[in-house]
């Protein structure tokens, strides 16, 4: 199996949805396995808000924290199979990790773009995507795959190119966010724009971050990852060793590994492009421009297994069956999985015993037909 | 009927849960009703998270919003009826409402306790209130009656002092917070903490609060007050009036009441009393010192009435079904009702149709045995 981390100048002659034009667009991306000459044994797969394009492969350190995310999912002889398929991971539109994003050098002004770099919506990551899939060769997706946030580009892909894609894989997904959801982004996205170091997004990259404001909102969206009663097992009201429980600083174990959790984070991620992605997946509506989310799946062609977790409270079950129930009503092939678990949205990103079900779902879908 | 305003300076000859002394302490409080001659017929009012005593009564200015905060359930002739019994609501120890707390002078060095004042515990704060009711000659409490934070108070009456109270009616409470509601309480707080302008609490009390912190905090917990149906429903995904959903503005309807309100909040709140009072929340746990919730909740002699809402979420109707079963275990009389709403853990505070049910719960609770 071969597996590569690739850099590529694409021409990206897009029109973005909220207006604005790149002269090309750089993207970042790793493949595993090979194209099959007639170019149609390639899986896309999506990435969720923060992840990155390396999806699969241990880290030659040998560090598990830098192995791939889906390690446990993607690989040689796993349920997406890279002896047989070639996968590929791309870096988002907007994000911080090569692909083009506010980080970017504006070749204009031979300065970041910073809050500059034109709006960004699941449409045009999906647009910039599909630029890179031609590019390298691809005819026809033999699949579509992705989580949360990567779960709306995969089903953006099979209404916005219907003829792309045989199969869709949406996980931990709906065709739009929740109000709260909405809101817990919201107040996210003012921890990063109060905070005074974000200066309207002109700090200096190579210096003081704002990065107390993308803590905070990286905790709030972190809360929203895991359920109720996962937390309420694994910290309870205990308090971190050593804590008596007096006066402002960390004290329970839950604030501790929170605090721990977004450290880490804000060393591998720019809090503009977390303005940028968090919004992406605020605005993202796959019935918007249709009379109903209906019409809007009604535009696909593709075969679907959509996946939800009993105890997503970020996506629901509901928000599944929703879809679900649309492409029935369209005839669409549609396998649909409530996966139980405590283990809350996140569930898709941990190779647990009950997302065993989970693996043998996606391998069971990828089969040929 | 009688409505006073008051304050009064008590010999507090107490010592603080995490220790600490006051030499006094001030409590601002008000009463409706007369007390009769026997002293039996007063209730306490115990105040949630961030209202004050001013539980009744229209404001002479006649603005709705200066209202007494349970106008519609506190009143000549309302279910907690001030014809009929002496109703007393207390600001809370700890908070900035004129009772002793944060912004307090300390006596020995005639600048205010800021982050010096002890640290405040549900339970120091029913001492407090125990003082204050001694001191107004009330010899066996009617009934005590809260919500939320009110509800832990009156929880903690019932155990603290059994003889003392003879009905205990507890709403959309629990014995503990969750570790969800914990999560996010702690990174409310540290949204104020790492406000610059917080300055390790020493802001000055009449110039800059650290006021974005505060806000921040309070928009957390505000979208954990209300329901995620009541929000899709009020607000859905709806962008804010002439807001075109560009940029990191204001946009989403959602995020213009979460500011609103927290706007309308930061000027009646102090950021270092909110730090004091929502830790006081947290770390509430009515088992503590015993071997089990059972073992503190059989110390009560009170009747209870549990009230809890459906879509609450902060404080779940299991939270209320816990309590009810405890002290069903102990043969004491208790009322549990658990009311259908969308409205979410403030549905006590909303003179709702559905709401009507807990208005009619308490007046048939609080009749003459």
């Known amino acids: 199996m071969s597996s590569q981390q690739e850099m590529v100048l694409l021409d990206f002659d897009h029109e973005f949805k909220l207006g604005g034009r790149l002269p ?10 090979t194209l099959s000459p007639d170019g149609d044994n390639a899986i896309l797969v999506c990435t969720p808000l923060t992840m990155d394009s390396h999806v699969s492969g241990e880290d030659p350190s040998g560090d598990p924290k ?42 204009d002004t031979n300065e970041p773009y910073r809050t500059g770099f034109p709006e960004v919506r699941v449409e045009d990551m999906v647009a910039l995507q599909k630029k890179l899939i031609d590019h390298l060769g691809v005819k026809k997706l033999y699949a579509v795959v992705g989580g949360s946030l990567g779960g709306m580009q995969a089903l953006q892909w099979a209404v916005a190119f219907p003829d792309m894609v045989e199969r869709c894989i949406a996980i931990a997904t709906g065709s739009r966010l929740s109000c709260q959801g909405l809101a ?6 003012q921890c990063i724009t109060s905070d005074p170091n974000w200066k309207d997004g002109e700090y200096p990259l190579d210096g003081e971050d704002p990065v107390g404001g993308l803590a905070l909102a990286r905790m709030i969206g972190h809360i929203t990852y895991i359920s109720k009663n996962i937390m309420d097992q694994k910290f309870g009201r205990r308090l971190q060793d050593g804590q008596k429980g007096e006066g402002f600083a960390t004290q329970f174990a839950v604030e501790s590994f929170l605090k ?18 968090s919004k992406a997946m605020d605005t993202f509506d796959l019935e918007e421009g249709f009379n109903s989310l209906q019409e ?23 928000d599944s069956i929703q879809l679900a129930s649309c492409l029935l009503q ?24 009950e997302i065993q079900s989970m693996k043998r779902l996606v391998r069971g879908f990828l089969e040929p037909k």
């Open 24 to 33: 090309k667009a750089e993207v970042h991306f790793e493949t595993h396995g």
């Open 330 to 353: 369209h005839r669409l092939p549609v396998t649909y999985a409530n996966i139980e678990t405590e283990l809350g949205h996140d569930a898709f990103l941990i190779d647990a015993p």
């Open 184 to 189: 817990f982004d919201v107040v996210g996205r």
């Open 260 to 277: 721990y959790n977004s450290e880490r984070f804000i060393h591998r991620f720019d809090p503009n492009s977390y303005l940028y992605l």
């Open 296 to 318: 809007s799946l009604s535009r696909a062609k593709s075969r679907f297994l959509i996946i939800s977790f009993s105890s997503d409270w970020l996506f629901t079950p509901e």
């Open 66 to 107: 830098k192995a791939g995310w889906w390690n446990f999912l993607v690989g040689a002889g796993l349920a997406v199979d890279t002896d047989r398929h070639f996968v590929i991971c791309s870096n988002v539109l907007g994000g911080c990790k090569g692909t083009s994003g506010p980080t970017s050098l504006n070749p």
